[in-house]
Each structure stands twice: as structure tokens, then as C-alpha cells.
């Protein structure tokens, strides 16, 4: 059974940090493009961040460039985002999920890809 689980999750000031992780279960991360989603209360889901499978090719929304990290260890089977300088308007749940990597991209990743497997999601609140 496929699966990813989120965590690292929870309470923070602003201007602090959290690092969440997505863990793969059921099959290998290295295969796949991952992504970082974010869904606040009354809002859509937005992208937040990729990874290719190679690791080579990040993305980032412009509201987190320069905050937000991705990375990943393949051999961990997992994919993190390090988030810096958390801001109130940061909160949400955040969702990584997965999806083959798509040849016309040329080894990119992209969040506007429809992908496949999703997580539970984990709680990233920012409040003082």
C-alpha cells in the first residue's frame, strides 16, 4: 500500500522555524517528484514548493522564497521542508503528495502537475 505520512507539524511564533518531513511507505521516493501543498481555512489549496526525483530542480511560491527549504534523502525515503521566519499568514495544513516525473519537463518538477499520492496532512499553526 502506497502511502506518505506528514509530520513535524505544530505551534510556533512568528519568525520561527519548523521542519516537516514526508515519509514514503510502500514504495520509493527517488522515483517520484514530490510536492509541498498548504491548504488555510476558507482558502484553496496552494503549492508550496517541489523536488525533483533527482533532487536537481526545486520550486517555490514566490510567498516563501528565500523562507522555505526543500530537500530530500532518498535513502531515508523521505523529503523535508525547512521553514524559516514563519509568518501568521504561513499557517495551514501542509500535505506533501507525488507524482511520476513527467518526461516534457526535462528533469524538472512543477506544482501545477496533477499528483497522485497524498498525505494525511500535518497542522502548521504561526500565532504569538
Known amino acids: 500500500q502506497l502511502q506518505l505520512v506528514e509530520s513535524g507539524g505544530g505551534l510556533v511564533q512568528p519568525g520561527g522555524s519548523l521542519k516537516l518531513s514526508c515519509a514514503a511507505s510502500?514504495?520509493?521516493?527517488?522515483?517520484?517528484?514530490i510536492g509541498w501543498f498548504r491548504q488555510a481555512p476558507g482558502k484553496e489549496r496552494e503549492g508550496v514548493s517541489c523536488i525533483s526525483s533527482s533532487g536537481s530542480s526545486t520550486n517555490y511560491v514566490d510567498s516563501v522564497k528565500g523562507r522555505f527549504t526543500i530537500s530530500r534523502d532518498n535513502v531515508k525515503n523521505t523529503v523535508y521542508l525547512q521553514m524559516n521566519s514563519l509568518k501568521p499568514e504561513d499557517s495551514a495544513i501542509y500535505f506533501c503528495?507525488?507524482?511520476?516525473?513527467?518526461?516534457?519537463?526535462?528533469?524538472?518538477?512543477?506544482?501545477?502537475?496533477?499528483?497522485?499520492?497524498w498525505g494525511q496532512g500535518t497542522q502548521v499553526t504561526v500565532s504569538s
Open positions: 503528495a507525488a507524482v511520476r516525473p513527467n518526461v516534457l519537463l526535462f528533469g524538472r518538477c512543477s506544482l501545477l502537475q496533477k499528483y497522485d499520492y
Open positions: 510502500g514504495f520509493t521516493l527517488d522515483n517520484y517528484n
